[in-house]
């Protein structure tokens, strides 16, 4: 079992969750978890520990964002593409990935 699939074991990433962390908004608003914790790091020094309150929030809005949505209408998008590459990039120990996607960028 590779690392991201016990990631994906954590998150419950099931086959209907996978469905829905492929829904385009759920992607998109994945985005606003980012600042929030460049925000917590940074006001450590200010807020003292409140600035857990943003950490804990991104944490949780990222365990909570693939089962909030829906299946989307259609996977015909980059941003469903995206998360089923991802799927597939998961199960690279079962199937294995072709060598012309396997290059190394450098």
Known sequence: M???RK???????????WM???NPISV??????LPL???AFWSRIWIGCWCLLPGV????WMFFNPIVF????STKNWASKAVLGERIYLNRDKVKIPDHHNVPLY
Do not use: D, G
């Not at 998109?28 to 978890?33: F, G, K, P």
């Open 2 to 4: 590779t690392l991201e």
């Open 7 to 17: 990631i994906a074991n954590i998150f419950n990433l099931t086959e209907k969750n």
């Open 20 to 22: 829905k962390h492929a």
């Open 28 to 33: 998109w608003t994945r985005y606003s978890v």
């Open 37 to 39: 914790i460049i925000i």
């Open 57 to 60: 929030l991104s944490a949780l």
């Open 70 to 73: 829906q299946k989307p209408k």
